[in-house]
């Protein structure tokens, strides 16, 4: 089991108690449904959808919504394969555990430092979109707006999970309420004909200027890399397990929202728009939603959804801050990362992994002072490429995973992916063909530069640490030979290979539960 002092709060008292999370990791199991659905649902809702999407419609038009269609059956597919995980093993670490015991301790180190440097990266990208947004009202600097809330986020992110959770509950509710309004007043619009768009508005605008693909079918394949970032942070939900208070109930039905939360929320919401709005009137920088409602004739509107998409840039860099401390936490207990980010607070919160991310998101505060006008671009790149690693991970061990029940090495998950393993591969591939447009794109590019320096700085730190990595949380190597992980030339057992389906959190072979 994971020593005793990782159990315990800073005061030196056991952080066990009714609502810690079992298995060694010392949360506290407050997250409840309302909470985790709400999350799960708020996730996606973010930048990619309100700011970077003014982009992508002015390059691909109408057929964005393809775009954002096919791209999202692939996330489906993601999710529902970190869902059959989850409940095979559902815990804080999420696919950085998976990854660590289905394909080996270098990708799990590999996988929770990307993720954690993703999550710092979109923080502050948030920042500088929330910071973008309050010009809309204000001529302050971005960089001194980017100060002012990456200083806040960090405050509210010392609360206790539970006050966390009710915050983003409110956040995402704000989020789904106005989109829902948006939706709704376009349909009015259409069909009654109010406003200044009410002459001109019509279904037909989705092909009739210019057709439906009026850039070719290039101009929308460049586009994928700012749709597949309006999902990232999809799978948020996988880091929440360990916090959660019936993970095996709540964690099935968050994943399966995945379908009508794309079909509402971006295709949805975008056929709505466009029908209203010709899509020759947005352009790249301004939110299509505050556009929309200018275009409209509706400036109340306009404040009001650009209010709703401040908010939800803050409500997503918060779940960023939320992330990175636990992330950080579980490569400290895994021996993959310094011993002090495993501290927890009394409240159950990861103080110094926390503040580690919050001083690195400051990074956001010069690039905003630098480069104003194009922060956003810079740090979506690079952000994508990185989320898009641990989607890889989910996949390639759901795969993995798979494999070994069929050898009956492991117990069969009660939440399976349709399709697979044919759908698992189809996604791992439709993820290649975005890689290879950001090459393409010469805004994105960048983004495949940083990738190979921040692998080589990965490998050299693992060798560096040398026998301290990969270790699992009950002190033993994944690898070890005896219950070594699955990984090539093992024997095809993770450190979690005996555990016994039903125990509610973990096997008897995973953390701790020995």
């Given at each position: 089991?994971?020593?005793?002092r990782?159990?315990?709060g800073?005061?030196g008292?056991?952080?066990?108690?009714?609502?810690?999370?079992?298995?060694?990791?010392?949360?506290?199991?407050?997250?409840?449904a309302r909470?985790?659905?709400?999350?799960?649902?708020?996730?996606?809702?973010?930048?990619?959808?309100?700011?970077?999407?003014g982009?992508?419609?002015?390059?691909?038009?109408?057929?964005?919504?393809?775009?954002y269609?096919?791209?999202?059956?692939?996330?489906f597919?993601?999710?529902?394969a970190?869902?059959?995980?989850?409940?095979?093993?559902?815990?804080?670490g999420?696919?950085?555990?998976y990854?660590?015991?289905?394909?080996?301790?270098?990708?799990?180190?590999?996988?929770?430092?990307?993720?954690?440097?993703f999550w710092?990266?979109?923080?502050?990208?948030?920042?500088?979109?929330?910071a973008?947004?309050?010009?809309?009202w204000?001529?302050?600097?971005?960089?001194?707006?980017?100060?002012?809330?990456?200083?806040?986020?960090?405050?509210?992110n010392?609360?206790?999970?539970?006050?966390?959770?009710?915050?983003?509950?409110?956040?995402?509710?704000?989020?789904v309420t106005?989109?829902?309004?948006?939706?709704?007043?376009?349909?009015?619009?259409?069909?009654?004909?109010?406003?200044?768009?009410?002459?001109?508005?019509?279904?037909?605008?989705?092909?009739?200027?210019?057709?439906?693909?009026?850039?070719?079918v290039?101009?929308?394949l460049?586009?994928?890399?700012?749709?597949?970032?309006?999902?990232?942070?999809?799978?948020?939900?996988?880091?929440?397990?360990?916090?959660?208070?019936d993970?095996?109930?709540?964690?099935?039905?968050?994943?399966?929202?995945?379908?009508?939360?794309?079909?509402?929320?971006?295709?949805?919401?975008?056929?709505?728009?466009?029908?209203?709005?010709?899509?020759?009137?947005?352009?790249?920088g301004?939110?299509?939603f505050?556009?929309?409602?200018?275009k409209?004739?509706?400036?109340?509107?306009a404040?009001?959804?650009?209010?709703?998409?401040?908010?939800?840039a803050?409500?997503?860099?918060?779940?960023?801050?939320?992330?990175?401390?636990?992330m950080?936490?579980d490569?400290?207990?895994?021996?993959?990362?310094?011993?002090?980010?495993?501290?927890?607070?009394?409240?159950?919160t990861?103080?110094?992994?926390?503040?580690?991310?919050?001083?690195?998101?400051?990074?956001?505060?010069?690039?905003?002072?630098?480069?104003?006008?194009?922060?956003?671009t810079?740090?979506?790149?690079?952000?994508?490429?990185?989320?898009m690693?641990?989607?890889?991970?989910i996949?390639?061990?759901?795969?993995?995973?798979?494999?070994?029940?069929?050898?009956?090495?492991?117990?069969?998950?009660?939440f399976?992916?349709?399709?697979?393993?044919?759908?698992?591969?189809?996604?791992?591939?439709f993820?290649?063909?975005?890689?290879?447009?950001?090459g393409?794109?010469?805004?994105?590019?960048?983004?495949?530069?940083?990738?190979?320096?921040?692998?080589?700085?990965l490998?050299v730190?693992?060798?560096?640490?040398?026998?301290?990595?990969?270790?699992?949380?009950?002190?033993?190597?994944?690898?070890?030979?005896?219950?070594?992980?699955?990984?090539?030339?093992?024997?095809?057992?993770?450190?979690?290979?005996?555990?016994?389906?039903?125990?509610?959190?973990?096997?008897?072979?995973?953390?701790?539960?020995?």
């Amino acid at each position: 089991m994971t020593s005793a002092r990782v159990d315990e709060g800073q005061d030196g008292r056991p952080a066990a108690d009714e609502d810690t999370a079992p298995a060694g990791e010392g949360y506290r199991r407050t997250l409840g449904a309302r909470q985790i659905q709400m999350i799960a649902i708020g996730g996606a809702i973010g930048t990619g959808l309100f700011l970077g999407a003014g982009k992508a419609i002015s390059r691909a038009g109408p057929s964005l919504v393809l775009a954002y269609a096919v791209a999202g059956a692939v996330i489906f597919v993601i999710m529902r394969a970190l869902g059959e995980l989850l409940m095979y093993r559902p815990v804080s670490g999420s696919f950085s555990e998976y990854a660590r015991e289905f394909v080996g301790p270098f990708a799990g180190f590999v996988t929770g430092w990307t993720y954690w440097l993703f999550w710092v990266v979109t923080g502050i990208t948030e920042v500088t979109a929330a910071a973008q947004y309050m010009t809309y009202w204000f001529s302050v600097p971005q960089w001194v707006s980017a100060l002012v809330f990456t200083v806040v986020l960090y405050g509210v992110n010392l609360i206790s999970v539970k006050v966390f959770g009710e915050l983003e509950f409110w956040f995402s509710l704000v989020k789904v309420t106005a989109i829902i309004g948006m939706i709704l007043i376009c349909v009015g619009i259409l069909t009654l004909g109010f406003s200044d768009a009410g002459d001109t508005a019509a279904v037909s605008h989705l092909w009739a200027d210019g057709g439906f693909f009026p850039n070719g079918v290039r101009g929308t394949l460049m586009t994928l890399q700012i749709v597949m970032f309006a999902f990232l942070a999809v799978e948020l939900v996988g880091v929440t397990a360990g916090e959660s208070k019936d993970p095996r109930t709540v964690l099935p039905r968050a994943v399966n929202t995945v379908p009508w939360r794309i079909a509402v929320f971006y295709v949805g919401a975008l056929v709505m728009i466009l029908s209203v709005v010709p899509w020759t009137e947005f352009r790249p920088g301004v939110p299509p939603f505050v556009a929309a409602f200018e275009k409209m004739g509706l400036g109340l509107g306009a404040g009001i959804v650009n209010f709703v998409v401040l908010t939800a840039a803050l409500s997503s860099c918060n779940s960023g801050m939320y992330s990175t401390g636990r992330m950080l936490r579980d490569l400290a207990l895994n021996g993959q990362g310094p011993a002090r980010l495993a501290r927890l607070t009394r409240n159950g919160t990861p103080l110094v992994g926390t503040t580690l991310s919050a001083a690195l998101m400051l990074a956001g505060v010069w690039i905003n002072y630098r480069w104003p006008t194009d922060a956003f671009t810079y740090v979506v790149s690079f952000a994508t490429i990185s989320g898009m690693w641990a989607w890889i991970m989910i996949l390639v061990s759901q795969l993995r995973y798979r494999r070994l029940t069929r050898r009956g090495a492991l117990p069969c998950s009660g939440f399976r992916t349709p399709g697979a393993p044919y759908t698992t591969v189809c996604a791992l591939a439709f993820i290649g063909v975005v890689v290879v447009m950001m090459g393409v794109d010469a805004d994105t590019r960048i983004s495949l530069y940083c990738a190979p320096l921040w692998a080589a700085l990965l490998g050299v730190s693992y060798l560096v640490r040398g026998g301290r990595t990969g270790g699992t949380r009950d002190g033993r190597a994944a690898g070890d030979g005896g219950e070594g992980g699955a990984v090539p030339g093992g024997d095809g057992r993770g450190a979690a290979g005996d555990a016994a389906p039903g125990d509610g959190v973990t096997g008897a072979g995973a953390t701790g539960a020995r």
